[in-house]
């Protein structure tokens, strides 16, 4: 009789991970199954089974425990052990060829964990590690940095070897397979010594999210344009302050591109993004789909204009650092241009302005064209003075599905609350509403008015003045409503409070209704809460949060005269 052909074996830290999942899956049946399959196999799946019925037991939840982040921190390692060894051809598979994503952000936040230094970090870099250890002397003092050395190690340079060693396995295998690379997506703190290099091994690279874009040049694109066919989304979150020539640099890289590739781009910090950088996303006008640019210096604001040839936006987004600059007062011709650009962005579904000055009159103009048509429109910081207009124009997006106005306001009586809620009330698509600041100066009545008419809301954040139970039977209509935010002054009874519940259905599952401002003469009582904390979980398996409101702390405490 011929023997039966053997399989192979898993290798025993991949069979820990499945062990952990079914554990964290509270599947005791296959755990049971596990334990009897194979003597190295009881162990582990029997210490999984215990720590789930001892954690459901105990009155500390397991998420809690330190135990249990010491084992989450163990198999963060493990997982991360795994993919480098691989990368030296040291592990059964070869875990590196099949991630889609490598991101060393990730990695560099184990490399800084407290109990990864604390109880890891010797073992991680045991054998065949040790080549990735880098000291960098003592442990630096005080908070760590991004680019900091935490513990003694030197982690922008064990970040690089790490990097490396996983991007020349990936290549030289696809290479030696005659197959593609899968990793489409590099993300982390790169050296800009290295980013060419990796990029060029990378054929599938889609997705670059860098820390620091002081990397970004002109040899950076020309690798990505040699090599990388499908490269077409880019974010950075700063740029070094002490990086020399980087709106230059930038424009070379986005120059540097083939042209009609970069369908997303965001700058989470773009104040080093002057005119060169704004002329050269043109390059990619017929593909840009995403563009978000925050933090940007009063330079790129006062020529935001030339942007003008990127029409293709489906999602934009602008913040400016100080929100100083008027364009309808000072650069009226960039006004009138930014206008007509956004005016030919006719594919433009989500638009975003924060601390931008000249938004409301932006959009007093651009709202009003029937060939405009948002979904989703936020506006932050913006200024207060004369936007009767522009809370008009809001009526014409009748497509809004989103809508959130913040900013702060000194003097509500500035705020035409009948305009704003008379238009606000036309959007009967919203699912999602923020006023805040904005209607500082609102009542129950024009609560009331905005519940009536937009019946498929599900998250309502509003402020006003003096609050009370009477909105509650409107709000009772709101039969999706899953996030209820009231920064108003409020007066809620628990009678009040108690009845609305009660009239909750079940597609408002998981409301959560956040009180944020209760007048302290109105204050309920811990047994009120309490009850109106079960009455809330038991209905509609929901909670309730609570906090009274406090007058704001001045630090003139008066003194007395001669």
């Known amino acids: 009789m011929a023997s039966a052909r053997s399989l192979p074996e898993l290798p025993q830290d991949l069979l820990q991970l499945i062990i952990e999942e079914l554990g964290y899956q509270e599947d005791f049946r296959t755990l049971y199954n596990c334990a009897i399959s194979g003597r190295s196999l009881v162990e582990p799946a029997l210490i ?28 963060w390692a493990l997982e991360w052990r795994s993919i480098i060894l691989s990368s030296l051809d040291a592990t059964a598979y070869p875990y590196a060829l099949y991630i889609r994503s490598l991101d060393l952000s990730n990695f560099q936040d184990l490399l800084e964990h407290n109990l990864f230094r604390d109880s890891l970090v010797d073992t991680f870099f045991a054998d065949e590690m040790k080549q990735f250890l880098d000291s960098g002397g003592p442990p630096a003092k005080g908070k760590k940095t991004r680019k900091g050395k935490i513990s003694g190690l030197d982690i922008p340079r064990i970040l690089n070897k790490v990097g490396d060693s996983i991007t020349e396995y990936i290549s030289r295998r696809a290479a030696l397979n005659n197959s593609t690379v899968a990793l489409e997506s590099l993300r982390g703190h790169i050296d800009s010594a290295v980013l060419p290099l990796w990029t060029s091994r990378l054929s599938r690279l889609k997705s670059l999210a860098l820390w620091d ?41 986005f120059t540097g591109l083939r042209a009609n590739t970069l369908r997303s781009f965001a700058a989470i910090r773009a104040d080093s993004m002057g005119q060169q950088t704004l002329k050269s996303l043109c390059s990619h006008a017929q593909s840009l789909k995403v563009l978000k640019l925050d933090n940007l210096r009063a330079d790129a ?98 497509d809004l599905v989103s809508l959130d106005l913040k900013t702060d306001v000194d003097d509500p009586d500035l705020i035409d609350n009948g305009v704003l809620v008379s238009s606000v009330c036309q959007l009967t698509k919203l699912n999602y509403l923020r006023l805040i600041g904005v209607s500082d100066n609102f009542r129950g009545p024009d609560i009331q008015s905005l519940a009536t008419h937009l019946k498929d809301l599900e998250e309502l954040h509003f402020s006003g003045f003096n609050i009370t139970d009477d909105i509650l039977p409107t709000l009772s209509g709101l039969h999706h409503l899953k996030t209820l935010s009231i920064s108003a002054l409020t007066h809620f009874t628990s009678d009040g409070l108690l009845a609305y519940i009660s009239t909750l259905q079940e597609t408002n599952s998981g409301l959560n209704i956040a009180i944020l401002s209760q007048a302290l003469e109105s204050d309920l009582s811990d047994k009120e809460l309490s009850t109106i904390k079960n009455a809330i979980a038991a209905r509609v398996d929901g909670s309730l949060e609570y906090v009274l409101f406090r007058e704001p702390e001045t630090d003139f405490e008066g003194s007395d005269s001669d």
């Open 48 to 75: 999984q089974n215990r720590s789930k019925t001892s954690s459901s037991e105990g009155n500390e939840t397991e998420l809690d425990s330190l135990g249990f982040q010491k084992r989450q921190t163990s198999k």
């Open 213 to 253: 874009g002081s990397a970004l040049d002109g040899t950076v694109a020309n690798a990505i344009s040699e090599h990388c066919w499908d490269f077409e989304d880019l974010t950075f979150y700063l740029v070094d302050p002490t990086a020399q020539d980087m709106d230059v640099k930038l424009a070379n890289f």
């Open 301 to 398: 604001i006062k020529h935001i204009s030339l942007l003008k040839d990127c029409v293709a936006l489906e999602t934009l987004a602008l913040a400016d650092a100080e929100g100083l600059v008027n364009l309808e007062a000072t650069e009226n011709d960039v006004f009138l241009e930014s206008v007509a650009w956004l005016r030919q962005c006719e594919k433009l579904r989500d638009l975003k302005f924060s601390k931008f000055f000249s938004a409301p009159a932006i959009l007093t103009n651009l709202l009003v064209d029937e060939k405009i048509k948002l979904s989703s429109l936020e506006v932050v910081d913006y200024p207060l003075l004369n936007n009767g207009e522009f809370y008009k124009a809001l009526s014409h997006q009748i």
